[in-house]
């Protein structure tokens, strides 16, 4: 059986694409960092009139993974994955199409992602909660800002199981765009810097690493949405281990490729580099998704 996206989805990702290339967005995330929210809403206004706020209750799994990979491949500001996909799921009586709004939920994710620029805080505790924002902790992605929260009154609320699934999922969705985005730009850089004379791209040890890349990617995309098909908790967990390893090993591979100017601020690829490791823990880290699986095996024998 061989599964590939419709053409709609496809013309769904395309469009997304085309939007997001047009938009500067590593300039959206270094205003976002300062706390210039103004370009980052902008920009999610317009991806709320595509719909993205509204997959996860209006289309599957497998549009939200389209959508959280593109997210991730231009590396777009904000509490996507608290608003648009763990929230609508958590809270199906409300509507988050044109709402901000993030949770924590602890000890996988405990702090609240930037509660500076929503209209609603929830804490995952004994059931959900609604939630104020408290003191703001250090985040190695700057543009990430991360709150700690003081529990509320609880809520009415729907699955919290099936809502954690789809944050992980579409956190695994972000790094499989973040790491296919690192590739891209490394193996443009390698093309067109010259050292003793010949682009670093013609050198057989620079080949085999970005080709290691492009195959864990390629291992991973197929965990991605086949748990978009499926997204079961064993399914959900492997392709977050393997989209996290896999845009850990780009974002490696990146760096040593284009040297010391891969970390500094000015250059773009940072923003991406930082994000991935910012995402590698969020939603679950990959112990605890080495774990979850491990538990799932044993059971099934």
Not at 260 to 277: C, K, N, P, Q
Request: some cysteine; aromatic content about 8%; hydrophobic content about 45%.
């Amino acid at each position: 059986m061989r599964f590939v996206l419709t053409d709609e989805q496809t013309g769904f990702a395309r469009s997304l694409h085309d939007l997001l290339s047009k938009t500067d967005t590593p300039a959206v995330n270094r205003a976002w960092a300062n706390g210039d929210h103004e370009p980052g809403l902008k920009l999610w206004s317009r991806l709320a009139d595509l719909g993205v706020t509204v997959l996860a209750t209006e289309a599957t799994p497998v549009e939200v993974c389209v959508a959280f990979e593109a997210l991730g491949r231009h590396a777009v500001p904000g509490p996507w994955v608290e608003s648009a996909a763990y929230l609508p799921i958590a809270l199906p009586d409300e509507d988050f199409s044109e709402r901000r709004a993030t949770v924590a939920a602890p000890p996988d994710v405990p702090y609240a992602l930037d509660a500076d620029v929503t209209d609603g805080v929830y804490v995952v505790g004994t059931g959900l909660l609604t939630a104020t924002a408290a003191d703001r902790v250090a985040s190695v992605d700057g543009s990430r800002h991360l709150f700690e929260v003081d529990a509320g009154d609880p809520v009415d609320h729907g699955d919290l199981d099936a809502a954690f699934e789809l944050a992980a999922l579409a956190t695994s969705a972000q790094l499989l765009g973040l790491g296919e985005r690192v590739l891209a730009d490394t193996v443009a850089y390698a093309k067109q810097r010259k050292q003793f004379g010949r682009e670093i791209g013609s050198y057989q040890a620079i080949k085999h690493q970005l080709a290691d890349v492009r195959i864990a990617l390629d291992f991973a995309r197929p965990l991605v949405f086949g748990a978009a098909v499926d997204p079961t908790p064993r399914s959900v967990s492997a392709a977050k281990i393997q989209s996290a390893e896999a845009a850990d090993l780009a974002a490696r591979v990146g760096l040593q490729v284009h040297g010391a100017i891969g970390y500094t601020d000015e250059y773009d690829l940072s923003l991406w580099l930082l994000r991935i490791r910012a995402l590698q823990s969020a939603w679950g880290t990959t112990a605890f998704h080495r774990d979850r699986l491990l538990t799932d095996l044993l059971d099934a024998r």
